[in-house]
């Protein structure tokens, strides 16, 4: 399945996400989803930004990993869907919005959290969906100057 599509669904399940598990089991897809996205850009994307891509897999690993590794459910783990990243600006885009909308609702449950554990859970958590959007963010911005210096540099047709 390709990125966007991954992210679309990952998206509606944040917004249908009801309570502190589901939200925390959907930060920790969308945690999964941009380690497979800085994966596949590593080995796949422009070699100028694999090293950014390379960040972007290690926070979204971090994002996912830890003693508190939510139950999946019967859809599994969206990210092992990932197949093809054919759009990876409008993909990156989608995976920053994600990333925000995450932190976000998990401010929601920390603000909300009745013990001290879930609290640190949640503010570990909202760290990591803003280092990894962070990462998401250098990727466009290295993306966008990829463009302008391609197109600074292809021969003027009008000679």
Same mark, same amino acid.
């Given at each position: /399945?390709?990125?966007?599509?991954? =992210?679309?669904?990952?998206?509606?399940?944040?917004?249908?996400?009801?309570?502190?598990?589901?939200?925390?089991? %959907?930060?920790?897809?969308?945690?999964? #989803?941009?380690?497979? /996205?800085?994966?596949?850009?590593?080995?796949?994307?422009?070699? &100028?930004?694999?090293?950014?891509?390379?960040? #972007?897999? &290690?926070?979204?690993?971090?994002?996912?990993?830890?003693?508190?590794?939510?139950? =999946?459910?019967?859809?599994?783990?969206?990210?092992?869907? +990932?197949? %093809?990243?054919?759009?990876?600006?409008?993909?990156?885009?989608? #995976?920053?919005? #994600? +990333?925000? %909308?995450?932190? =976000?609702?998990?401010?929601?449950?920390?603000?909300?959290? %009745?013990? &001290?554990?879930?609290?640190?859970?949640?503010?570990?958590?909202?760290?990591?969906?803003?280092?990894?959007?962070?990462?998401?963010? &250098?990727? =466009?911005?290295?993306?966008? +100057?990829?463009?302008?210096? /391609?197109?600074?540099?292809?021969?003027?047709?009008?000679?």
């Amino acid at each position: /399945m390709d990125a966007v599509r991954l =992210i679309r669904a990952s998206r509606r399940a944040l917004a249908e996400s009801q309570d502190a598990p589901a939200i925390t089991r %959907e930060a920790w897809q969308a945690q999964a #989803l941009a380690q497979a /996205m800085g994966n596949r850009l590593a080995r796949e994307g422009p070699p &100028e930004l694999r090293g950014e891509a390379l960040g #972007l897999s &290690e926070a979204g690993g971090r994002g996912c990993s830890g003693s508190a590794i939510p139950v =999946i459910g019967s859809g599994g783990i969206r990210a092992a869907q +990932l197949t %093809e990243l054919p759009e990876a600006h409008k993909a990156l885009i989608g #995976l920053a919005e #994600l +990333l925000g %909308e995450v932190g =976000i609702a998990l401010v929601g449950i920390a603000s909300e959290a %009745e013990e &001290e554990g879930a609290y640190w859970h949640c503010m570990d958590a909202i760290d990591a969906a803003d280092e990894s959007r962070d990462r998401v963010l &250098e990727i =466009i911005r290295g993306l966008g +100057l990829r463009r302008d210096t /391609m197109s600074e540099s292809e021969p003027d047709s009008a000679a």
